[in-house]
Nanobody, 113 residues
Framework: QVQLVESGGGLVQPGGSLRLSCAAS????????MSWYRQAPGKQRELVVI???????TYLDSVKGRFTGSRDNAKNTVYLEMSSLKPEDTAVYYC???????WGQGTQVTVSS
């Protein structure tokens, strides 16, 4: 059974940092590009970062320089390091495998003082 399980979300003050993890099971993500999306209340889901099979990354303009996507193929896990967080980063963050069409259940990130 294929699963993507996100963790690491929570409540953080503006300017703070969080690290999200997405652990895959049931498939080997080594051979797949992976991505992180987010969806804020009342808004469409948007692509935050694509992480290539060799670790290359492409970011949403509004997170460039603040977010870092990475992968650890040995752990079958991808990460999203978020710093200098802003209230507008508040959303549910989802891990996604484009090739397999798999989605995680999402993890809530709330940036508020």
């Amino acid at each position: 059974q294929v699963q993507l399980v996100e963790s690491g979300g929570g409540l953080v003050q503006p300017g703070g940092s969080l690290r999200l993890s997405c652990a895959a099971s049931g498939f080997n993500l080594r051979y797949d590009a992976m991505s992180w999306y987010r969806q804020a209340p009342g808004k469409q889901r948007e692509l935050v970062v694509i992480i290539g099979t060799y670790g290359s990354t492409t970011y949403l303009d509004s997170v460039k320089g603040r977010f870092t996507g990475s992968r650890d193929n040995a752990k079958n896990t991808v990460y999203l390091e978020m710093s200098s967080l802003k209230p507008e980063d508040t959303a549910v963050y989802y891990c996604h495998s484009p090739r397999g069409g798999y989605w995680g259940q999402g993890t809530q990130v709330t940036v508020s003082s």
